[in-house]
């Protein structure tokens, strides 16, 4: 008998995208798949759309949980279902996302393979929110077999590996990582991706799937592409230091190990601030950041060429002049 998984969707106002989404879903070669889809306060037809697509799903042989809850955020959304999945195997995806029809079932078998295995990640094509044209893909050259390289690539402030809609998880090591019941802080301000894989690529060994398992829809208007101010990018860092710092304190890894984490939290903290100032050309903090990469031995030369174009921008402007005329 097939063993249950369980998709987690938060939605708000998807009602463009769910007929992808769904139709997706409803393909899939897999028979046992658990769908909780949560309405996270929309003010579109999401709720109409959804409903309907449930009876689909039910009517293919699938399980289809709905849930309303007012607006609160992507975390907030994914809490509830966290509440409630029933699946042996567990996957969290945004409901303007779609996967091919083998999707489910190739992560399945890479499981199936090898009961050690926490976490795998397919490969995810990037598509335009119009005509859903491929604009990039996920670079996974770089992908190790390991934890750090994994938690190194979300500490920069993105993943160039973990993208939700090509990702899956065993439940049962996703339960011993996470507190009991699982529940993820829910700051707006970051998303969920730090709290729902950080613990598991510690806990658990991760695979590569080297093939196209899910599609990834980038939008131009999106809230994370719109213009910050530079006191709102530097709140945005600091709920992202104060959650991971929360995070360090939860794992249940060995002291060595939370000693590195803790100096990579603090590494691309500070990296991550760098760009911010230089992005908007300010200088505040810089000597404490500074101190503080020469204390976890990060200080390197990429970090002291970074510093120099924040106290001298004309370094910066001879740069960027002598690239173009290279460029030409």
């Known amino acids: 008998m097939a063993k249950l998984v369980s998709i987690i969707t938060p939605c708000y106002n998807g009602e463009k995208y769910l007929d992808r989404y769904f139709n997706s879903i409803l393909a899939q070669t897999y028979p046992a798949i658990e769908v909780i889809f949560v309405n996270d306060g929309s003010r579109d037809r999401t709720e109409e759309m959804a409903l309907a697509y449930g009876e689909k799903l039910k009517a293919r042989g699938y399980q289809f949980i709905y849930i309303y809850q007012e607006n609160a955020g992507q975390s907030a959304a994914i809490n509830q279902g966290l509440k409630i999945f029933k699946g042996e195997y567990l996957n969290w995806t945004d409901s303007d996302n779609y996967i091919p029809d083998n999707s489910v079932e190739k992560r399945v078998a890479y499981f199936e393979k090898d009961p050690e295995l926490g976490l795998v990640i397919g490969r995810t094509v990037l598509v335009d929110d119009v005509d859903y044209k491929k604009v ?25 590996s973990t993208c939700t809609c090509s990702t899956m998880v065993r439940s049962s090591m996703f339960r011993d ?71 360090s304190e939860r794992l249940r890894v060995d002291e060595a190990q939370k000693a590195w984490f803790m100096n990579k939290i603090t590494e691309y903290d500070c990296k991550n601030r760098l760009r911010v100032l230089q992005y908007y050309k300010k200088t505040e903090g810089l000597e404490g950041i500074i101190s503080k990469l020469k204390q976890c031995g990060a200080y390197d030369e990429s970090v002291r060429r970074t510093v120099l174009k924040i106290k001298y921008p004309f370094i910066k402007k001879i740069g960027d002049r002598i690239w173009k005329f290279k460029n030409k």
């Open 177 to 247: 990582a996470m507190p009991d019941p699982p529940q993820i802080e829910t700051p707006r301000e970051i998303g969920q991706n730090y709290q729902l894989f950080i613990p598991i690529m510690f806990g658990g060994k991760t695979a590569f799937i080297p093939e196209v398992l899910g599609y990834y829809v980038t939008h131009k208007d999106s809230h994370s592409q719109a213009r910050k101010t530079f006191g709102q990018r530097m709140h945005i860092l600091d709920v992202a230091n104060e959650t991971l710092t929360s995070i």
């Open 136 to 160: 990039g893909q996920i670079n996974e050259a770089a992908f190790e077999p390991a934890p750090r390289p994994l938690i190194e690539d979300l500490l920069k402030g993105y993943s160039s």
